[in-house]
């Protein structure tokens, strides 16, 4: 309950200060602390969706596809695969916008972890 607390805390904080990218972070791992402890099954959701939609209003193509990796890592991380995959095809090439930053390459793992669960249960 403390974590969670705290990690609350510290994504308003994030947000007033403008830290986009440092507050994606801390919104997954409160997602995943709310999961697993069974109290929200959506949890994070809307903070994800309120940032990108900030992003699309800025114009912002690196913020936009940092949030759509920030939700496939859930995807995965949670194994819901069907879903995931719906993800991949509808999100495109993001990878475009985030060349240079490691979130490239775990967009690539990511990609590749989800089509390759994809082929098995075909």
Known sequence: DSIQKEL???????????????????????????KLRGIDAEAGDEILVSTLATAASNGDSLLSATVNVMKLSLLVFYQEWKEAVDFVRKAGNIRQFLSGSFVSVRYTFLEALTNLKAAQSA
């Open 8 to 34: 609350e805390a510290t994504i308003r904080v994030m947000t007033q200060l403008k830290q986009e990218f440092v507050m994606l972070r801390i919104t997954t791992l409160l997602t995943t602390v709310k």
